[in-house]
């Protein structure tokens, strides 16, 4: 029971025991053979940190050199628990100091701090005998107090837990003598107390006990078979106390170690020496033979300097007749570059924004050699031309930080070849690749097919219908290269846009939302922008330029003559007239554009077919003949306009001509609309009567007539005969040069005859002077005298009273 308690006092004095180490180096005990997840000791507490923080810094433990990773973190306690059950003689054997070295490694920021475990030996072998039997001959001849060496009891613990006392079976000839060697080993010699006689007896056994000074102890024996021989006086005597050998790694099977040699002065027999190894660890066991003979040690197995660097052999010669001799063989085992460095990745960040810095790091990598020496020095580099470099941080850890500028739109993906070298000759060297992903940040913007759009549209079209597409492309990925369009806002014609267009915030399709009419604006633009989908989002415009097409959708429109519902007009033609010459005009015009306003006019019907004929796109009425008595004094002509469009439209007005040279022959202005078979013997009793009846008031009216006329301007013959009022204009009307609408180059104007003092017509002049400009609308300029003022400015006195009688007559 005492035992047990002290073994727990043991253990646990080894499970938390913890000495700080300068420099921030932790240092631990634990006892071999502990359980699985057994606590060591609490590292996070050691480190002055919250047990989240390790989690948090990613604090892991790197096995340095060939060390085994026998313990690890508990991320949820931050305390430091047994990985994997460990033998302490099968890591370190027989060195009195087992001591595993390990880096914590801390990230954010980067921390390095050895860890020392140093793992204690429990009582867990027994000593062994390297033979189930000693035999031993003694000659009857030895003296008392002879001693004969016993083969030393192997105990794979160390320390206190080791061969620490030999003891013998009682009996009556021997005793057993301890002695310790130069490494502190214990070994026995077996000592004559009492003489030996053959003849009374032959042979003798013994067992022989080795106890260790474990807790509780453990022991091992063997038997002991002695024979009486005749006498045997001296041991064999090795070469050397110790020898020492170097022997590279990796050296093949059957290599030869070294011969040992003893001698042995006796002669016979007993000179006769062989040899066997007194203590072997296990290890040892599997890589060494020797040869009982001569004394050869050869390698039988791998010999590897990362698995054990030094082997201790003791090996004891033995005569014929039992004496023997012992000796050590220190076999050293030199480190030859066979182990290629090793890379592991600590962390990688992956995937790198596009917008990282230069200089950043992006991940942190750990080599590791398990060679010695030169061997065990690394240079590490990346092969590739990326713009990556490894820069050099504590101990065997490297950084990877960019060095330039990346862009996902040229690469989306890095392939970085890490390459590490040894040191060694030859150098050694391995490679691992790690691929760093790149990941968009939106820093494009969109960018349009074209920097202006035209679009065509015919009118009257159908609201929805397709104008054009707008195209726009970022190479940005996902939602930051989505694009998204808009019409940016703006007014046409003092109306938003919206009213106008709108555009399919996926497509890019712009549709018209209402109908067009070409007479109202041909042409407007409108600015499209495309958004990405980023954030923040970027965007670009263009301009699209819509042009809206002319149809045949308006009928041409007459100016002159105007609609009969509006006034009465009637022209005047000489009864002198010849062929060729002009008797009026008929002016039209088209609100549409192009062939769809060039004009054609015809004659419907008329009262005297072959009399007159119209210029067809002039719309300029002609006598066709020489006019004679017998024609018509009332000529009525129905005149079509038509345009060019397709389908044609068409548009009818009626002429009205009086022949006649006197105005005394002009009938009742009213009774031109008659057919012809009224009476013209009606219409002269008619203004006959009226004439008489009216004879009184005729004088007075003609005074008041004359002085109106001095005060005010003449009104227009037959309400604007040939010259045409600027009310019958409509704005905006543009000449279209052939087309048979307003033409400039014409404008006419109705005189009175001054020498025969008679209300006759003549046709003097036209007034090019006045002439319309293509680009502007017929109109009277408030400084101008009007068209006709001249037409009625009488030479003398009569020819203005002839004007004023001549009026009065006509508003009777």
Known sequence: MMGKGLRSVLFFFGVFSLLRISHGDLSYSVPEEMKRGSVVGNIAADLGLDSKRLSERKARLNADGSGKRLVDIDYSTGKMIVEEIADRE??????????????????????????????????????????????????????????????????????????????????????????????????????????????????????????????????????????????????????????????????????????????????????????????????????????????EIKVIGQIDYEEESFYELRIQAKDGLGLASNTKVIVEVIDVNDNKPIINIQSISSPVPENTESGTEVGIINVQDKDSGENQQIQCSIQENVPFKLNPSIKNFYSIVTTGPLDREVLTEYSLTIVATDEGSPPLSSSKIIMLSISDVNDNYPVFKEQLYSAYIAENNKPGTSVCSVTATDPDWRQNGTVLYSLVPSEVNGVSVSSFLSVNAETGVIHAVRSFDYEQFRSFKVQVVARDNGSPPLSSNTTVSVFISDENDN??????????????????????????????????????????????????????????????????????RDISESDSMKQNLVISVKDNGQPPLSTTCSVYLLISDNLAEVPELKDMTYEENNSNLTSYLIIALVSVSTFFLT??????????????????????????????????????????????????????????????????????????????????????????????????????????????????
Not at 187 to 209: A, C, G, I, P
Not at 219 to 244: C, E, K, M, W
Not at 719 to 731: E, M, N
Not at 796 to 805: A, N
């Open 555 to 624: 009928s041409p429109q007459i100016l002159y003559p105007a609609p009969e519902e509006k006034s009465l007009m009637t022209e005047m033609v000489p009864k002198a007239a010849l062929s060729g010459s002009l008797v009026s005009k008929v002016i039209a015009v088209d609100a549409d554009s192009g062939q769809n306003a060039w004009l054609s006019y015809h004659i419907l019907k008329s009262t005297d077919p072959g009399l007159f004929t119209i210029g067809l796109h002039s719309g300029e009425i002609r006598a066709q």
């Open 90 to 295: 099968e890591i370190c054997g027989s060195r009195l100091s087992c001591v595993l070295k390990y880096s914590l490694v801390l990230e954010k920021p980067l921390e390095l701090h050895a860890v020392t475990l140093q793992i204690e030996d429990v009582n867990d072998n027994s000593p062994q005998f390297s033979t189930d039997s000693i035999k031993i001959e003694i000659r009857e001849s030895a003296v008392k107090g002879t001693a004969f060496l016993l083969a030393e009891a192997h105990d794979a613990d160390v320390g206190q837990n080791s061969v620490q006392r030999y003891s013998l079976e009682k009996n009556a000839h021997f005793s057993l003598n301890i002695r310790s060697n130069s490494d502190g080993g214990k070994y026995s010699e077996l000592v004559l107390d009492k003489e030996l006689d053959r003849e009374l007896e032959q042979y003798l056994t013994l067992l022989l006990t080795a106890t260790d000074g474990g807790v509780p102890q453990r022991t091992g024996s063997v038997v002991i078979n002695i024979t009486v021989l005749d006498a045997n006086d001296n041991a064999p005597v090795f070469s050397q106390s110790t020898y020492r050998v170097n022997l590279p790694e990796n050296c093949g099977i059957g290599t030869s170690v070294v011969t040992i040699s003893a001698s042995d002065i006796d002669e016979g027999m007993n000179g006769e020496v062989v040899y066997e190894f007194s203590k072997l660890s296990d290890k040892a066991a599997r890589a060494f033979s020797l040869d009982k003979t001569n004394g």
């Open 699 to 812: 004088f007075i009216i003609l005074i008041l007539a004359v002085r109106f006329c001095h005060r005010r301007k003449p009104r227009l013959l037959f309400d604007g005969a040939v010259a045409i009022p600027s009310a019958y204009l409509p704005p905006n009307y543009a000449e279209v040069e052939g087309a048979g609408t307003l033409r400039s180059s014409y404008n006419y104007d109705a005189y009175l005859t001054t020498g025969s003092r008679t209300s006759d017509f003549k046709f003097i002049r036209s007034y090019n002077d006045n002439t319309l400009p293509s680009t502007l609308t017929l109109k009277r300029s408030p400084n101008e005298k009007d068209i006709f003022e001249d037409s009625f400015i009488a030479d003398t006195k009569d020819s203005e009273v002839s004007r004023c009688y001549f009026l009065f007559v006509l508003y009777l």
